[in-house]
């Protein structure tokens, strides 16, 4: 029989000590920093109905159309792994009749079958807040400050934030008709995909990656200029509410973002230092999705942040040295019982400590504290089971005394450095 394969799927990454500890790190930066915000954890299904996402998304949509790890289960049912966070919140906020307004985040793995790059995997991690049923700028502010500031937690300074409104339900669908027009005007210089879009969503040409394609669209007419007036005086709002926040953002009148459900505000956060893979995330209003799937009418506005560039933006910060653990050690098989009840003991006092079971020898013991970086080790023998005592070795300097059980606790947090 062959051995099982030793190498991960193609973009698919492992977090192994200590780096996943920074994964951890960045999750709860996110998750204090949107609770303070009045936001609660959701937890979705990282598998949905496939079409959560088709109807969503948009069915032309790059995600649905190139990226979605799509499948059958056993039982004939159509699923998908998600692509993304926002649809399945929705979802679940109609299915679990949540009072409205309420404000959710999320922190998960999500799935994208793209080509891997620096910064970009199939399985990658991301986190995201929503705010549903709030209808005012001042929340679309206030979420794209948000996400800057979660940046600056983190020690990215170079992340900058480009914003755009692409108008509602009632001036978008004569913008769309004046860029199809325009766009039609150009076609031969348009790729084979971007005629697709120019029939479903022309909008989607603007995020076409084909450099002839950008070119060709420069002078196109860009949904900014054709706002109704509240779309216009809600953008006006967005933005002055971000000046007053001190938040220097670049007006970007061609960020339309990807996906089908967006309308007015769309944002995107862009780091300096991350090359041609320079976003960190992004998001937007969502007025009309929750309707779609069903819901009442509701205002709704989300950003969602990718881990993976992010830790690739954030410099190295040195993670606390868990020198916090306390090594139980054993000179014989007759003290092994009481090396196991201290254990437990220090464990219930809130002390991480480990033991070497398999060592009977107490140099291999040493040996392996040492590689477990502890910062002591409590030794039990003969002599300390006939005082009632332990020996506390601090490994840092090599000092060793005697202490009683009842303090032996607070004398290894003692020993516990920063
Ligand atoms: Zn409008
Ligand atoms: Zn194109």
Redesign the pocket.
Known sequence: MSEPRRTRPKGTQDFVPPDSARLLHVENVFRRLAERCGYQEIVTPTFEHTDVFVKSSGEGSDIVTKEMYSFKDRGERDLTLRPEGTPGVVRAVLENRLRLPCRLYYVGPYFRYCRPQKGRTREFHQVGVEALGEASPLVDAEIIYFGTDFFRSLGISDCTVQVNSI??R???PAYRETLRKSLFDRKERLCADCHVRLERNPLRVFDCKVESCQLAIQDAPAPRQH??R??ELHHEQVLSALSRRGLLYEANDRLVRGLDYYDRTTFEYISASLGAQDSLGGGGRYDYLVEEFGGPATPAVGVAIGLERTLLAAPAVPLPENRHLAFVVWLSEAELRAAEDLADRLRAAGIPAQIDYDSSKVKGQFKSADAARAACCVIIGPDEMSKGVYSLKDLATGEQHEVSSDAVAEAVRALFRD
């Open positions: 108008g509602c009632d001036c978008r706002l109704c509240a779309c």
